[in-house]
Nanobody, 123 residues
């Protein structure tokens, strides 16, 4: 059974960098074929795909967030990290990490997903 667990601060100040880690168990991130993804859901809004890191290490980002987003991985710990810079209150959301079996920007395509973590951007 694949399990994913998000971790990171629940409160970030405006202009700072949001950093979240997703710990993966039950599968290796370097397994051929799978992709590892971050999505978010702002209060009262729908799910939004943010970016993906492939089994190869290649990264793909939502165009509107590309200049502020970085996804990296630590294969020795089997985890991947999201960094979102220059945050504003509009970045307040529940952030989820998950696994997908194909490269997609559809946030509903995850076959496994963490429980999510609320990040609030406020001074």
């Amino acid at each position: 059974q694949v399990q994913l667990q998000e971790s990171g601060p629940g409160l970030v100040k405006p202009s700072q960098t949001l950093s979240l880690t997703c710990a993966v168990s039950g599968d290796s991130m370097t397994t051929n074929r799978y992709y590892w993804t971050w999505i978010r859901q702002p209060p009262g809004k729908g799910l939004e795909w943010m970016g993906t890191i492939a089994y190869s290490g290649a990264t793909f980002y939502r165009a509107s967030l590309k200049s502020r987003t970085s996804i990296s991985r630590d294969t020795s710990k089997n985890q991947f990290t999201l960094q979102l810079s220059s945050v504003t209150p509009e970045d307040t959301a529940v952030y989820y990490c998950g696994r997908v079996s194909r490269l997609t920007n559809n946030p509903d395509d995850m076959d496994y997903r963490g429980k999510g973590t609320l990040v609030t951007v406020s001074s």
